[in-house]
């Protein structure tokens, strides 16, 4: 499968993807752990099946010094002990978060009193930001067949500038 449409080769879609990687400047630079950030964005982008988000998200979140035991586990981070309560929470809300038609309800508020617990106003925002920008750019990616594997580290953030 080849990729359907490059979004930096058409200047409506270069302009949209450049606003939109700025946006995640705010939340790259926000206080929420950037841990948490690539382990929130993965597992949507798991959810999602998403293997360009999945190759980004990973490479950047190995760059990073995250452990091969907790990226290999994302996926099963309830059957697992290798995440912090504060992390089951983000991933808890990012999944209820991405699987919206999946649930009449959305974010539990079991879910919901969770983050609270473990984050502060500054980093929900950063969190529900995060879990809405990341299924924009996994459904971005997936319809226009943008494949993973040849990720590098640090390669989106230049071809942005």
Known sequence: MNARFNMFDNEIAAKFTKRFAGVGLVIH???LA????ELVSLRASQINGC????DMHTQQA???GETTVRLHLVAAWRESTVFTEAERAALALAEEGTRLADAHHGVSDETWAQVRKHYDDDQIAA???LVALINAANRLAVMVHQQGGSYEPGMFAAAIS
């Open 51 to 54: 293997g360009w988000c999945i």
């Open 34 to 37: 950037k841990s948490t950030q």
């Open 29 to 31: 630079h926000s206080p």
């Open 62 to 64: 190995a760059a990073a």
């Open 127 to 129: 969190l529900v930001s």
